[in-house]
């Protein structure tokens, strides 16, 4: 029955199932993780879309993007505003009321199930990259961990993850659909048994992937590195959670003092380095003689380079950056600067006229100017030469800026060894935001199969393992100090390594069977329409 001849109240209830169906999907990002839910609601969103004009199509997909985006991400309510998060809603739900319009145009065709898995990976990419950067948190692949597919992560990358997840979704709306047009008995029994076999399939790839393990490799004369890891806490939350001048300063050197206490008396091995989170001082070091002298003495105390973040002052007026700073005695060696930047966070669009309009995006400050060279530090650490990878907060959810620190180039002379995330989730205390960047960065160890040290103003500082399982993450609203000795790695995995390819398939092999099957379709003859034209 198509939607031209439905009661207006069944419409209704359709267009309510693909809101639903959309926060189904939610419902499986972190930090509830209920990823059944994932290609139900796919499916669901599918269903709803078929049988239906490409208009309705259209307005169905956009529900559904609705109702997705504003469970999963409600963490932007409780951190910015609900305007926030209304208006992000508002434009992440238009990616996928494209992929209801193509299915509504190519549903009395073989081809809708090809052509909607091909748009929806556009937009996922697209998504990710545009407008201001994108906003790539909405990834189906990122609520994969932990299932039969997340063990494919360092052999296909998230986007070939994400394809199975969406894939999934689209075989169970087919087994669905496909049940209901055959005798009784067999609505239950086919949609059953076929979805058994996609598990069992799944579950089988899954397992095949898992001798996929590299070994260490450092390419020096050391295998392993011990790195300290500081979470200082800060007094608030919101946009002061940073509390009054200098300290933040203040309480990462409390921290590093009693890590130091910690070290003396036999409780901790000596550390190769010490890292710090991002904003572990508040004001610039690089200029603020207070502020570098608080570090110069926990540099003394610990007696290792100490990996600051830091806000710096510059390169232009009204401007500033996020920085990894590498702090020796001889001054800082070698710099970071964060490359993924938050719009309206860190950053205001079109600011001379904005801020007139809305007055309370002055709040956001001085500019930040984004980094253009990959994460990785070239330092001495423990006397020997070592390249660092640093990702700092948002970087982590950016797939050119983590493959970029993974392999490195000509000016860094290699790819990461060791890995660390340096980031402050303060803004953002008691959300959701926190437990998926945590996931996010669960995903991205995965995929390189490379230990990641984290280092947070206030949760979750710890030590991640190549799968991606927490080893130790500190409580929230403590300060913590810990030591982790990791292997030094170099190997690329084909993830890393084939990323750009997984981004072209992804799109280009369902859209090629698309065409496939409409080709196919013409060659049946004329009495086979492609589409039908829906009744008045």
């Known amino acids: 029955m198509t939607d031209t001849v439905r009661p207006r109240k069944q419409r209704w209830a359709i267009h309510a199932g693909a809101l639903i169906a959309g926060a ?53 309510a409780g951190a910015l505003g609900v305007g926030e998060l209304a208006a992000l809603v508002a434009w992440l739900a238009v990616w996928y009321a494209l992929v209801g319009l193509v299915i509504g145009l190519a549903r009395r065709t ?64 087919w087994v669905v659909r496909t049940a209901l047009a055959r005798p009784k008995w067999l609505r239950l029994v086919t949609p059953v048994g076929l979805s058994l076999c996609f598990f069992l399939g799944s579950t089988g790839a899954a397992l095949a992937a898992r001798p996929y393990d590299p070994p260490a490799n450092p390419g020096s004369g050391r295998s392993e590195m011990t790195v300290a890891v500081v979470q200082g806490n800060v007094p608030g939350k919101g946009i002061n959670a940073l509390g009054p001048i200098y300290t933040m300063e203040n309480n990462h050197l409390s921290a590093t003092i009693l890590l130091a206490a910690k ?103 001085r500019q930040s100017v984004a980094g253009d060279t990959p994460g990785v530090l070239r330092v001495s650490a423990g006397g020997s030469p070592l390249r660092v990878g640093d990702m700092i907060c948002f970087d982590v959810a950016y797939d050119k800026t983590f493959d970029e620190m993974i392999t490195g180039d000509a000016t860094t002379g290699g790819g990461a060894q060791v890995v660390v995330v340096q980031t402050s989730n303060a803004m953002f205390t008691g959300t959701d935001q926190m437990a998926q960047q945590a996931r996010i960065t669960s995903i991205r160890a995965l995929e390189a199969r490379r230990e990641i040290l984290i280092a947070t103003t206030n949760s979750s500082a710890g030590l991640l393992d190549s799968r991606g399982n927490v080893v130790y993450a500190s409580q929230m609203r403590h300060w913590d100090a810990q030591v982790f000795t990791v292997p030094l790695r170099t190997q690329i995995t084909p993830a890393v390594a084939l990323r750009g390819w997984f981004d072209l398939a992804s799109v280009a092999v369902p859209m090629l069977g698309a065409l496939v099957a409409l080709a196919w379709r013409v060659r049946r003859g004329p009495g086979h329409a492609i589409l039908v034209r829906e009744a008045e």
């Open 110 to 173: 073989p081809a809708w199930g090809a052509a909607g898995i091909a748009v929806w990976m556009a937009g996922e990419w697209a998504c990710a990259r545009w407008p201001l950067g994108g906003f790539g948190w909405g990834r189906l692949a990122y609520t994969a961990f932990g299932t039969p597919f997340a063990p494919l992560f360092p052999l296909i990358s998230a986007t070939g993850v994400s394809v199975l997840v969406v894939t999934s979704g689209f075989l169970l709306a």
């Open 24 to 76: 189904a999907v939610g419902l499986g990002f972190a930090p509830v993780n209920w990823w059944p839910l994932v290609p139900a609601g796919v499916a669901g969103m599918v269903l709803t879309s078929l049988d239906a004009k490409p208009r309705t199509a259209l307005w169905r997909g956009y529900l559904f993007g609705a109702g997705m985006c504003a469970v999963a991400f409600r963490w932007v």
């Open 263 to 365: 070290i003396a008396t036999g409780k901790a091995p000596e550390p190769d380095f010490v890292v710090w989170p991002e904003n572990s001082t508040a004001t610039d070091p690089l200029t603020n003689t207070k502020t570098a002298g608080i570090v110069n003495l926990a540099q003394d105390l610990v007696g290792t380079p100490i990996l600051v973040g830091a806000i710096t002052m510059g390169p232009g007026e009204d401007q500033r950056q996020t920085a990894g700073l590498w702090w020796t005695p001889q001054g800082v060696t070698a710099t970071y600067h964060k490359r993924n930047l938050v719009p309206f966070g860190e950053w205001v669009p079109w600011k001379s006229v904005l801020v007139k309009l809305v007055p309370d995006l002055a709040y956001v400050g």
